[in-house]
Antibody, heavy 123, light 105 residues
């Protein structure tokens, strides 16, 4: 079964750091690009960042540019989101999602989603 | 940045109703438009991509249309399982979601 599973969320103070992980199974990992999407409590979906198959294309939303870093390790079938200088407005559920385009480019809709991991930034 | 605007924000409907949700892009996105369904506490689920292509396994009562800047999602006959929030998403230039449309009884 094709699956994504996030981990690493938690309660942290403003200004601190957190690293999220996304583990993939059921498909050839380096054939696909991946994305992070977040959802603040009671709010809509917000694209955060993306990474193509070989990590040479990594766009970020303006709201996280310079604070968040996306990466992936194809041998470990994993993607990561390093979040630094966290703010209260970063609070929400973070989802990883697979790009629907076969071949690893950043060009499609999001066809597979993980269950999400909750990040709470509060003092 | 491309902005996506959905209407209405909330839609009250009954089982069996025909439901239409509209999504407008702030600039042309060709057919690079997807629709997602999300239920409370769950991850979004892809319903339609390329504006009108049904994702595998999605019931045929769902359909999408449009191109350029104006798009619609139609549910031909609303079923109990369809009460959820629906989001459009453009993937022409990066990715942007609409604010969502909650379909409720």
């Amino acid at each position: 079964e094709v699956q994504l599973a996030e981990s690493g969320g938690g309660l942290v103070q403003p200004g601190s750091s957190l690293r999220l992980s996304c583990a993939a199974s059921g498909f050839t990992f380096d054939d696909y690009a991946l994305h992070w999407v977040r959802q603040a409590p009671g709010r809509g979906l917000e694209w955060v960042s993306s990474i193509n198959w070989n990590s040479d294309n990594k766009p970020y939303a303006d709201s996280v540019k310079g604070r968040f870093t996306i990466s992936r390790e194809n041998a470990k079938r994993s993607m990561f989101l390093q979040m630094n200088s966290l703010r209260s407005e970063d609070t929400g559920v973070y989802y990883c999602a697979r790009d629907s385009t076969y071949g690893g480019r950043l060009s499609g809709a999001f066809d597979i989603w993980g269950q999400g991991t909750m990040v709470t930034v509060s003092s | 940045d491309i902005q996506m605007t959905q209407s209405p924000s909330t839609l009250s409907a009954s089982v069996g109703d025909r439901v239409t949700i509209t999504c407008r892009a702030s600039q042309t996105i060709s057919s690079y438009l997807a629709w997602y369904q999300q239920k409370p506490g769950r991850a979004p689920k892809l319903l339609i991509y390329r504006a009108s292509t049904l994702e595998s396994g999605v019931p045929s009562r769902f359909s999408g249309s449009g191109s350029g800047t104006e798009f619609t999602l139609t549910i031909a006959s609303l079923q109990p399982d369809d009460f959820a929030t629906y989001y459009c998403q453009q993937y022409s230039i990066y990715w942007t979601f609409g604010q969502g449309t909650k379909v409720e009884i």
